[in-house]
Nanobody, 116 residues
Framework: QVQLVESGGGLVQPGGSLRLSCAAS?????????MGWYRQAPGKQRDLVAT???????DYADSVKGRFTISRDNAKNTVYLQMSSLKPEDTAVYYC?????????WGKGTLVTVSS
C-alpha cells in the first residue's frame, strides 16, 4: 500500500524559506514514479506547484518559478520542495502526489502559512 507523508510545513515570515519533504513507503521502485507538489488555499481549488519526472525533468507553475525548486532522492524514496522568497499568497496546504501507470497517490498534506 503506497503511503506518502509530507513534512516541513509551518509558519514563516514573508521573504523566508522552507523545505518540504515527502517520504514514500510501500513503493518498490520509487524511481519509476513521476512526483509532484500541489497546494490548496482556503476556499480554492488544488493547483499544481511543481513536478519532477522519473527522469528528473522538472516543471513549475508560473507563480513559483525562480522561487521554488523540486528535487528527489530515489535512495531515500523522498521528494523535496525548497521554497524561498515566500509570499503571503503561498499560504496553503501542500500535498505530495505520486503517479505511475495512470494511478495517482496523494499524501494528507502539510500546512504552510506565510505571515508576519
Amino acid at each position: 500500500q503506497v503511503q506518502l507523508v509530507e513534512s516541513g510545513g509551518g509558519l514563516v515570515q514573508p521573504g523566508g524559506s522552507l523545505r518540504l519533504s515527502c517520504a514514500a513507503s510501500g513503493i518498490i521502485f520509487f524511481r519509476n514514479y513521476n512526483m509532484g507538489w500541489y497546494r490548496q488555499a482556503p476556499g480554492k481549488q488544488r493547483d499544481l506547484v511543481a513536478t519532477i519526472t522519473s527522469g528528473g525533468s522538472t516543471d513549475y507553475a508560473d507563480s513559483v518559478k525562480g522561487r521554488f525548486t523540486i528535487s528527489r532522492d530515489n535512495a531515500k524514496n523522498t521528494v523535496y520542495l525548497q521554497m524561498s522568497s515566500l509570499k503571503p499568497e503561498d499560504t496553503a496546504v501542500y500535498y505530495c502526489k505520486a503517479l505511475l501507470n495512470g494511478i495517482n497517490y496523494w499524501g494528507k498534506g502539510t500546512l504552510v502559512t506565510v505571515s508576519s
